[in-house]
Each structure stands twice: as C-alpha cells, then as structure tokens.
C-alpha cells in the first residue's frame, strides 16, 4: 500500500495511491505523522488503508502537487554502503580506502528534519555552495515506539519505505569536516523524501535469504544515467540499523533513517574520487536529478539559484584571560 502527501485546491491531505495513480483521501486524518502517532505500526496503517479504499476517489496524482510523504522529527542519515565511503573519502578527504571503524557500527548523523523537499519541488543552490551533489538512498520510517530493539524485534517497527535525496554541498562539507564534529552546513539545506511511502509488507517479496531488500537503484542528472547500483548490497539491514539507532534511547514514530547513499555512482563525489576529477561536473541551477528505487518510486527535482550567505566575521583568537 502506498501513502502520499498532497496539496490540491488549497487543501492538504493524505491519501492511499492506488496502482493506476488514484489518490483515495484518508477521512479525518491530516497527516501521515498524525496517523502514525495515533496507531500502532504497520497493522494499524494497513488498516487505515483498507478503510480509506471504500470512501470515494478524488484526484489523479498527476493533478496535485505532492508534498513530502511525512513530516519526520527526526532523520537519522546512516552510511552503509563500503562503495560511497571509499569513492566519497578520497574525493572530500583525501584518503584512501575505507576506515576499518567503519566495520564496527552502522555509522549515522543527524540531519535538518526542518528542511524536507517533496517530489518535484525546486532545491536551491545552498548559500556560498559552487560544489552540489546528489545522494540516492532508501529510507525506513519507524511506526512504533521502541528501545533498545534487537533486529527481529526491529522489523516489526517500520512501517514503511521512501526514496532519499540527502543534497550535499561538497565545499562547505570538506571544509567543516576538518574540525571533527561531521557534516552541518554542508547538509542543511534540503533533504528529499518521497514520492510517497510504500508499506514494509510491499517489499517483503525482495528480501534475499539475509534480509536484504534487493532492489534496483538509478541516479540520471539531465535525463543522462550516473548511476546504478543494488540496496542489497548494504553492509547492514535495515533491521540491524534501527536496532542500533535505539540502543540507549527511543525510535518514535515517523522517525527517518537513511540508508546512507549507494555505490557505483549514487551520488557525483564518489565518482570524483574514482576518477580524479570533477566529472560529471557539480550541479548548478537548471539541472534536474531523477533518482528512482524500484518498487518504491521515483524523486525528480531541479536546482535552483539560492540565496547569498550572510556575512559573518572569522572567529576571534582570544587571550585566554581568566578571572
């Protein structure tokens, strides 16, 4: 069962998606986040669903303008495929290789659940960026409160899938890595989500003997392919990334976490650090990013101009005096 989010005759609603494209509008529900908190996991929406699929149709989804299929409180961004370390490390760091830290945990940031794009929406150039990139991912949407979850009690707390854009802004990023506290700036200006949310029992039947969701994942710049690569080959589940995610703390309902981006070109940087060069070039204003995950969906969005950053003075070197 699909989900969406979507404005029309300025009103926003949720709705079930049919398979011929056919929002059915959820009664009495204003948002996928709302519908997550009242219920309980996957039977609760799947419920939902069923019941929304008797009411009358309204429109095709080629006639609305989706918005982002949730409202996350947070996102958790993971970095799971040993491909994308390897390639995006020597493009932004410098360093070959992958760290062996790397193996010991399913890795993951924070990032900005207050900048959440929609399928097909227009993504502006981050102020004082000249270097943006792309990044193709799946995202898992926690339905269930949970803690200290192991994997098979993890599977049970997400509801559902989405496609991931986590735009980058490469400059900013290689720059403000060198203090150590991660990527900030460089993150903070738009995450993709959409173009809507397909319930966990929809992709059961791609599951491979370890867990995997084996599903084909395309990245296209300007209608040209960069990329192509499988979700199966993450080094974590999903599952085991959840589990990690609650150790010590909650996973809430309408939680995001990404699956970190995906090898052999899922996002431009990797392919600078395996080519030694800025080839395909950076996005600029104009271009458009298409990345579609097979049996979930397909984002579109196009660059355009951002606003110019504020000026702010470099930090001051104090005397260190103390009273």
Not at 46 to 65: K, N
Not at 78 to 106: I, L, N
Not at 107 to 131: C, E, K, L, Q
Not at 184 to 194: H, I, N, Q, S, V
Request: charged residues 25%; glycine residues 10%.
């Amino acid at each position: 069962m699909r989900f969406a989010a979507y404005a029309h005759h300025d009103q926003r609603r949720l709705a079930v998606v049919d398979d011929d494209g056919v929002l059915y509008p959820v009664p009495g529900v204003r948002s996928l986040t709302e519908a997550l908190a009242a219920g309980d996991g996957l039977p609760a929406l799947l419920d939902l669903g069923a019941a929304t699929l008797d009411v009358p149709p309204g429109p095709h989804v080629s006639q609305v303008r989706l918005l982002p299929p949730l409202q996350p409180p947070s996102i958790r961004d993971f970095v799971t495929f040993e491909e994308h370390v390897e390639g995006v490390r020597r493009s932004v760091d410098r360093a070959a290789g992958v760290p062996e830290q790397w193996y010991a945990a399913p890795t993951f940031y924070f990032t900005n659940p207050h900048a959440v794009h929609a399928a097909g929406d227009d993504i502006p150039m981050p102020p004082g960026s000249t270097v943006l990139d792309f990044e193709l991912e799946v995202a898992a949407v926690i339905g269930r409160e949970g803690r200290d979850l192991t994997p098979e009690q993890a599977r049970d707390h997400i509801v559902g899938y989405t496609v991931l854009n986590d735009w980058s802004a490469r400059d900013l990023q290689s720059a403000e890595m060198r203090v150590g506290l991660g990527p900030c700036k460089g993150k903070d200006t738009a995450t993709t989500l959409g173009p809507w949310l397909v319930t966990a029992d929809e992709l059961d039947e791609h599951r491979d003997e370890d867990g995997f969701l084996r599903l084909a994942l395309t990245a296209e710049v300007n209608c040209e392919i960069v990329g192509r690569d499988l979700l199966s080959n993450m080094s974590w589940t999903f599952e085991e990334m959840v589990a990690y995610a609650s150790r010590g703390t909650r996973v809430l309902p309408g939680d995001v976490l990404g699956s970190g981006t995906c090898g052999n070109g899922g996002c431009l940087a990797e392919l600078w650090g395996r080519r030694g060069e800025q080839s395909p070039p950076p996005l600029k204003p104009g271009d458009t990013v298409t990345l579609t995950v097979d049996g979930i969906g397909t984002l579109t969005n196009t660059v355009v101009p951002g606003a110019a950053p504020v000026p702010l003075p470099a930090g001051r070197r104090r005397s260190r005096e103390r009273p």
